[in-house]
Nanobody
Framework: VQLQASGGGLVQAGGSLRLSCAAS????????TGWFRQAPGKERDFVAA????????EYADSVKGRFTISRDNDKNAVYLQMNSLKPEDTAVYYC????????????????????WGQGTQVTVSS
């Protein structure tokens, strides 16, 4: 699955952005999907994940209560609504899907994911 993340940009602290993850070619509506981020000089960190049907979600503690992951399987897209952004949220954000279809759980480890999209830069100014 070829994924493309979009929606990043420059925003002031306290602001909001909505990231989108879309696929070309095959659908990924039947696969659990996650968002990760990587700041310069740091490892790629888990942000949020959603099961294939959207019933189960999971968040990193650092974004819980501020970010919301959702999906629209009719549109073959996954979203990350980011509110109350902080400078420490600055990073390149990536979406990814696992290789197994129809799993009801969520996944936190990058190694669980089979396909990754190109990232989108999010910069939060103080």
């Amino acid at each position: 699955v070829q994924l493309q993340a979009s929606g990043g940009g420059l925003v002031q602290a306290g602001g909001s952005l909505r990231l989108s993850c879309a696929a070309s070619g095959r659908t990924f509506s039947n696969r659990a999907t996650g968002w990760f981020r990587q700041a310069p000089g740091k490892e790629r960190d888990f942000v949020a994940a959603i099961s294939w049907g959207g019933r189960n979600t999971e968040y990193a503690d650092s974004v819980k209560g501020r970010f919301t992951i959702s999906r629209d399987n009719d549109k073959n897209a996954v979203y990350l609504q980011m509110n109350s952004l902080k400078p420490e949220d600055t990073a390149v954000y990536y979406c990814a899907v696992i290789g197994t279809i129809y799993t009801a759980r969520t996944y936190r480890r990058p190694d669980d994911y089979a396909d990754w999209g190109q990232g989108t830069q999010v910069t939060v100014s103080s």
